[in-house]
């Protein structure tokens, strides 16, 4: 057993191993559906003692090689023409340790979608007849906890005696962390001022994501667009995740949904510095292009002009040297089992 920093990604190994005979006596399409109504009757498909041996087709087996691990995970195998129905749907719970997991799928090619979950809650997804109703799901922000936030991977496996896919499960959180903050307003008329820093905030965060899709998902709702909300943002589990009063504390990390820049109609999110400089109210909303999932923007900030009057307005280009770093999520220590 070593301690060190996990990455926030929990990667498996599906293997897929087709074999009409054996879908025929163990489990029918059918039957593999109406797990998800009776998730527990999954169990008739296989034993625990040590001596079993296991169905070798069809078989899906995960094997997790490395944490954090979540309580569950919600596996569904969709259908991949036409409306892309479900195929099957199971739980797996109790994911720590050195056992194996299987689940089951009927022939043919798939597309594969797991979900972190809490064990038993599977009441969701009753109404997930085919993958479109499953990307109408949405993820929100007062739902999330940095510790052990929601995953989501899927990806399409292809028929055959036997395939191999590599899935991660990743988080669709993005951190924007303030490491660095001083100003340098040599040469400008209120050269030797102090900028007095008041808040720092996010605008236009996206809380609301979708994280299913055949693209990759995408926020649906944002918070501050331009002005803070402060009704708003005080009414969240962690308002200090997208406000914060000074700049005393850095380095600060802010957490909002992914915010991709690729679609026009996506506003950008921005990091606002709020304060003044010889008393007069200035404002440096900072835009971060492209907000990557499971990414941690580390920003390093150089005032050099004079800011905005107005949060929403861009400054004057020079206003404001930005080094970025894209760094790997990063979470709380935790100790890591391999196995």
């Not at 129905?85 to 199971?90: E, F, I, M, P, R």
């Not at 597309?111 to 972190?116: A, F, G, I, T």
């Not at 380095?251 to 991709?260: I, K, L, Q, R």
Request: some cysteine.
């Amino acid at each position: 057993m070593s301690r060190r920093k996990p990455t926030g990604r929990t990667s498996f190994t599906v293997h897929k191993l087709l074999s009409r005979q054996f879908h025929a006596r163990c489990a029918s399409v059918a039957f593999i559906t109406a797990l998800l109504q009776v998730p527990a009757f999954f169990s008739s498909c296989k034993r625990d003692s040590e001596h079993t041996e296991y169905p070798t087709k069809p078989r899906i087996y995960i094997k997790w090689t490395k944490i954090p691990t979540p309580q569950a995970i919600d596996l569904f195998f969709f259908e991949t023409g036409g409306a892309q129905k479900l195929d099957s749907y199971q739980q797996l719970s109790n994911l720590q340790g050195e056992s194996r997991h299987y689940g089951l799928s009927g022939p043919g090619p798939k597309r594969v979608v797991v979900l972190s979950a809490r064990p038993g809650i599977t009441d969701s997804w009753l109404d997930i007849q085919n993958y479109g109703s499953l990307c109408k799901k949405t993820w929100r922000i007062e739902e999330e906890d940095i510790a052990e936030p929601h995953l989501v991977a899927e990806a399409l496996i292809e028929d055959g005696a036997s395939r191999l896919t590599q899935l991660s499960l990743q988080p669709m959180l993005t951190e924007v962390r303030l490491s660095s903050l001083k100003a340098d307003f040599s040469g400008r008329p209120y050269a030797g001022k102090s900028f007095e820093c008041r808040r720092i905030y996010l605008s236009y965060a996206a809380t609301e994501y979708k994280p299913i899709g055949p693209e990759g998902g995408h926020p649906v709702s944002w918070i501050n667009p331009g002005p803070i909300d402060s009704i708003a943002t005080e009414a969240l589990p962690h308002p200090e995740w997208m406000l914060k009063v000074g700049s005393s504390s850095l380095p600060m990390s802010f957490y909002c949904y992914a915010n991709p820049a690729s679609e026009a109609s996506i506003p950008r999110t921005r990091l606002v510095i709020e304060g003044t400089i010889d008393g007069v109210p200035c404002y440096y909303p900072v835009e971060i292009p492209d907000l990557a999932p499971a990414r941690v923007y580390d920003l390093r900030l150089t005032l050099r002009r004079m800011g905005s009057p107005d949060p929403d307005m861009p400054t004057e280009s020079g206003a404001v040297l930005v080094q970025t770093n894209l760094l790997p999520w990063d979470l709380p220590d935790a100790y890591t089992v391999t196995y």
